[in-house]
């Protein structure tokens, strides 16, 4: 699969064209969201509306989530607010429950964004909850970890220990230089495309560049939603 662009819509259909809700995934899988809430989640839109991200982001979830909470059991880890300028801003919100629509919500609701990006301990966390058991998770971040976090350690560790758990990283509105501080695996990876692609790639997930909240929602129902078959 080719790498997505930033802000080609185009390749963003390319690649959800070469797979449809759990292909290799059923319903019975329990899933993990981790939701970025970091200081750039604060920065506004260059389109029209001029919306904060964070709040195009809950757009998003809202036009998603009907679909996908009544057929699968989610779970909510944050990260961001926290400590000024703090590392420890990871927190489990729930795990896996049933109908998750409304607890999500609510629970993004009041995020202010801040802080740094710890997206890899929130991973680790986010595989730790969902234990040994076939499971999900979905990452929506904008950016690379700001914390000192390996992500290609972590992928290999995954794809390692957890073999029945697959990692999708949604990157929206990438910009991975914003804060001036990076992963030790972004230099892997060019400008636009978050580090958070090792973990997906190493297990078996995708990764997906989203701009708007069409496509953002359009991407959470391919990696969340399942097929149904009546």
């Known amino acids: 699969m080719q790498r997505p662009v930033k802000g080609s819509a185009a390749i963003l259909a ?33 389109q029209a509306n001029g919306s904060k991200h964070i709040d195009d982001a809950r757009h998003a979830l809202r036009e998603a989530l009907p679909e996908i909470a009544p057929i699968r059991r989610i779970g909510l880890i944050t990260f961001g607010p926290g400590p000024e300028n703090s590392c420890d801003s990871v927190r489990v919100k729930f795990p896996p429950v049933a109908d998750a629509e409304h607890p999500i919500m609510d629970a993004v609701a009041w995020l202010d964004p801040s802080g740094l990006t710890p997206f890899t301990e929130a991973v680790r966390m986010a595989s730790e909850v969902l234990k040994k058991d076939p499971g999900i998770v979905v990452l929506i971040t904008d950016g690379n ?11 290999a560790e995954l794809a390692r220990r957890a073999e029945n758990l697959t990692v999708h990283v949604i990157g929206f509105r990438v910009d991975t230089d914003r804060l001036g501080l990076s992963s030790p695996d972004a230099h892997l990876f060019p400008d636009g495309v978050s580090a958070a692609k090792c973990i997906s790639d190493q297990t078996g997930g995708v990764y997906v560049s989203t701009e708007t909240v069409d ?13 149904v078959i009546g």
């Open 215 to 227: 496509e953002l929602s359009t991407a959470l129902q391919r990696t969340l939603g399942c097929n």
């Open 145 to 155: 970890d700001t914390c000192g976090g390996a992500p290609c350690a972590l992928g």
């Open 14 to 46: 390319t690649t959800l064209a070469f797979w449809s809700p759990l292909d290799a995934q059923d319903c019975a899988r329990d899933a993990m969201l981790v939701f970025d809430g970091s200081a750039s989640m604060a920065a506004f839109s260059e």
